[in-house]
């Protein structure tokens, strides 16, 4: 099984299209979608072609391969326009590894689930890799909005490993399993 992981599109009409093409050009088997789809909230400005609606119906043309996890701009009515349900968390083994899906408000590098691995989450919209006590932390970055630096960016897994790029196709880094 193949992932391919975005986050944080609050909305953008605009960059929802460049993940769905990249999601398309890929040959992933899920798209992995880590919470704040539709709104950017109030510590964000709008972002690029900001319509919500028209993220919603493009997300659910393809809700059979959407995993959807709930970030903390989410809210029930987004997941009322949804066709595909909403977690807070999801669990997958790709390669041996333990994964965990998560947006990142609860769960992340400075609070790690139990029995994991490898976390990935978004909600900091920043690309970072770290390792603490035997799990390796994935932070992407937000696919309209990034900060510090960091370009819209989308994560690919399998069980060979994972590599992080931008929407421009630059690799940030990547990892394989041994």
Do not use: Q
């Amino acid at each position: 099984m193949k992932y391919f992981i975005a986050t944080d599109i609050h909305g953008s009409y605009f960059f929802a299209k460049k993940v769905v093409e990249e999601f398309e050009k890929s040959g992933a088997d899920k798209l992995v979608l880590l919470g704040d789809l539709y709104y950017h909230g109030p510590r964000n400005p709008l972002p690029e072609e900001h319509a919500p609606m028209k993220v919603a119906e493009l997300f659910n043309s393809l809700s059979d391969k959407i995993i959807a996890i709930k970030g903390n701009c989410d809210a029930e009515i987004d997941e009322m326009i949804s066709t595909f349900p909403f977690s807070p968390a999801v669990h997958v083994n790709v390669g041996g590894e333990r994964v965990t899906f998560t947006h990142g408000h609860y769960f992340n590098k400075d609070v790690l689930p139990i029995g994991c691995d490898l976390l990935v989450y978004g909600h900091f919209h920043v690309n970072e890799l770290t390792e603490r006590d035997g799990t390796t932390c994935v932070c992407v970055a937000s696919a309209s909005l990034p900060k510090n630096g960091c370009k819209p960016s989308y994560m690919l897994l399998d069980e060979n490993g994972f590599v992080v790029r931008t929407l421009d196709g630059d690799v940030v880094f990547e990892k394989s399993f041994s």
